[in-house]
């Protein structure tokens, strides 16, 4: 009997083991399973048919076993309706209503054919991908901002390619692809994508000093400030300086005006220039607690076909959280042939989201995005897509790296 109860235990778990994590939200949602309902909290663990819900003024990231991440916003359902990720078998089918982004994993550059994501009116196939998409029971809005997607309807279907979308309306098939503006998809993705918290950091505080520094009548207070991020977690002395400042505001005009001579004689100091993205870049430093980040790690997917996998795929990011800049390289050897080129005019935005160019100033060009990863920021994982002109092949896959 004892045998028999551990022999239904094992098989339990593994029925219901883990297989997603719910890595950054904002907001409220719900995860339905079974008759219960389960309130999402940072790295709430996903299982197999599980069912997540999101409220108003939510957003919520889940990132899957085989790294496809998957990203809700406000009032959006998504469904589990089948995921294998194994060393033989792996398949993904996802369902989706509302607000959402999906990119592709290691399941979608294995096997490209076993990954589908359903919305309301049609079912998105992926070519190392990310989308970005609406949708409700009569319209869906489908973007594809990197890679390259099929989406498809009973009555016909349609090939997106990278910064296109295609419009679903019910019982229709797809539009012909249009061309979308990149400050759209940066819109569309800011809606969606959750901003890592962290609790002992206060953006609002962060917000209000950078607001106050501005005012400041000298160049060396701020830079003082600027200086100090081993101390930004230590907020009395963020406030002894905030209330120097302030001191100083309200005492300037009761000082002496000098008069017009002097002021013709003598040009009056510049007001000492702040980054407008100073808070955001502030919190990713308190994050990652260093200004610079390196990461490296491994690269996989294929050229033009699965059949043509990539080799021996290694990738160097170098992550500038002073300036909010992304250079690096990547290469790997697909068809007997080496891909070299250099990763540059990258940049990071306050979600921790990277999108970076690759080119090798020869024939290689293409582009690239992710996300930064774990409590300190130590992981990153993303997908890039690579066009060789000389032999007009085109390379899909994504990388996963950890910070040295």
């Known amino acids: 009997m004892k045998k028999l109860i551990l022999i239904i235990l094992a098989l339990s778990s593994s029925l219901f083991a883990s297989i997603a994590e719910v890595t950054a939200i904002n907001g409220k949602a719900v995860i339905l399973r079974a008759d219960e309902q389960i309130p999402v909290t940072m790295h709430s663990k996903i299982e197999k048919l599980d069912t997540i819900k999101t409220k108003k003024d939510t957003k919520l990231q889940i990132v899957f076993n085989d790294n496809t991440i998957i990203s809700l916003g406000q009032k959006s359902t998504f469904k589990i309706e089948e995921y294998l990720f194994g060393k033989k078998k792996v398949k993904a089918r996802f369902n989706v209503k509302g607000l959402f982004k999906s990119i592709t994993g290691k399941i979608g550059h294995i096997s490209p054919n076993n990954f589908k994501l359903k919305t309301q009116n049609a079912t998105i196939g992926v070519r190392g991908t990310t989308i970005i998409g609406e949708s409700t029971k009569d319209i869906d809005k489908i973007i594809c901002s990197s890679g390259q997607i099929v989406v498809r309807t ?22 012909i692809p249009t061309v979308v503006k990149n400050s759209v998809i940066q819109k569309k993705e800011q809606s969606i994508s959750p901003v890592p918290k962290k609790s002992f950091v206060n953006v609002d505080k962060i917000e209000r000093l950078s607001k106050t520094m501005e005012k400041a009548s000298t160049k060396q207070k701020v830079a003082d400030v600027k200086e100090q991020n081993k101390n930004w977690g230590n907020w009395d002395k963020v406030d002894a300086i905030k209330k120097e400042l302030q001191k100083e505001k309200e005492e300037e005009p009761r000082k002496q005006k000098p008069s017009k001579e002097k002021s013709a004689d003598k040009k009056e100091p510049t007001k000492p220039k702040i980054d407008e993205d100073l808070p955001y870049l502030l919190k990713l430093r308190e994050l990652a607690g260093v200004k610079k980040a390196t990461y490296s790690g491994e690269v996989s997917g294929f050229v033009d076909s699965p059949a043509n996998r990539i080799k021996d795929g290694k990738i160097n990011l170098n992550v500038d959280l002073s300036r909010g800049k992304v250079d690096g390289d990547i290469g790997f050897l697909a068809n007997q042939k080496r891909w070299e080129a250099d990763i540059k005019d990258g940049k990071i935005d306050k979600n ?48 996963k790296a950890g910070r040295k």
């Open 352 to 399: 921790g989201a990277l999108e970076f160019g690759i080119s090798n100033n020869k024939n290689l060009n293409g582009s690239g995005d992710g996300m930064l990863r774990g409590e300190h920021l130590q992981h990153a994982n993303g997908t890039f897509t690579i066009n060789d002109k000389s032999s007009n092949q085109n390379a899909y896959g994504s990388f």
């Open 154 to 175: 009973p009555l016909g279907e349609t090939i997106v390619n990278k910064g296109q979308q295609t419009i679903v309306r019910f019982g229709s098939r797809p539009s």
